[in-house]
């Protein structure tokens, strides 16, 4: 990124235009391509849910089957806040920060998108007031979901110094972990896990860096999200109307 920005190729705009057509060729490819595994992905095999789980949200005491608020689609974002933090993952609030446009869209088209972490559900009411966030946030704390599907690490884990973490056994201290699951349910009221993925598999959220990459900078980081901050802690940052008193 940096060579070419500091020595861009400046051509006349029928280069430009030749350059331009031959690029467009390789970006239909690659939308053919993401069909292509998006088809594959949705069809995945599903594993059916057994396990009762049980969470704590703005109504109370929630089961999965209820967080689907009568939809058969549902997204859950697993969103790292441990119970004793003051605040969130800053790549979880990065995130975060694209749910609630998109929820405009989905619960018209039969998808539920909402965001679970471990704390207890008192511990981020703050926080998410803080973000001005709209978007259904629950607590899976005192049940066994985060561990299940590998986004916080066991007891056993911990000890081990190791955690299984994207489909493998990852060395080093264990700790939370991004990541997004979906679930179906049937008519019959049976629920089923469908897809899940973890670390940079999230990027596909972030309609951010889809900007990002259409500039010549591009997403111009030396490190995952070395640039970002919590979206209230930018310079030119504006309190949000939720958070005007904070």
């Keep these: 990124m940096t060579d070419n920005i500091k020595n861009p190729q400046v051509v006349s705009r029928e280069e430009w235009l030749v350059a ?127 561990y299940d599907y590998h986004v916080s690490p066991s007891e056993a884990e911990i000890a081990a110094g190791k955690m299984y973490y994207n489909y493998e056994e990852q060395e080093g201290e264990p700790g939370e972990g991004p990541g997004f699951s979906v679930f179906y349910k049937d008519e019959s009221g049976n629920i089923f896990h469908t897809y899940s993925a973890y670390a940079r598999g999230g990027d596909i959220l972030i309609n951010t860096y889809n900007f990002l990459e259409l500039t010549p900078k591009g997403r111009n980081e030396e490190e995952i999200m070395d640039w970002m901050r919590l979206h209230d802690e930018y310079e030119d940052a504006q309190p949000t109307k939720e958070a005007c008193c904070h």
Excluded at 51 to 57: A, D, L, S, T
Excluded at 112 to 131: D, G, Y
Aim: aromatic share 14%.
């Design 20 to 146: 331009r057509k031959a690029h467009l060729q390789k970006e239909k490819e690659f939308t053919h391509l993401r069909d292509q595994l998006s088809a594959e992905r949705r069809a995945l095999p599903w594993v059916k849910v057994d396990k009762e789980y049980i969470f704590e949200g703005p109504q109370g005491k929630e089961t999965l089957s209820d967080l689907f608020n009568g939809r058969s689609q549902l997204v859950v974002y697993h969103f790292m806040f441990a119970p004793g933090w003051e605040q969130g993952c800053d790549g979880c609030s990065f995130l975060a920060d694209h749910f609630d446009g998109p929820n405009l869209h989905l619960p018209h088209h039969d998808v539920t998108l909402l965001a679970v972490s471990r704390a207890p559900w008192q511990e981020f009411q703050a926080f998410k007031k803080r973000m001005g966030w709209q978007f259904k946030w629950v607590s899976s704390f005192g049940s066994d979901f985060n």
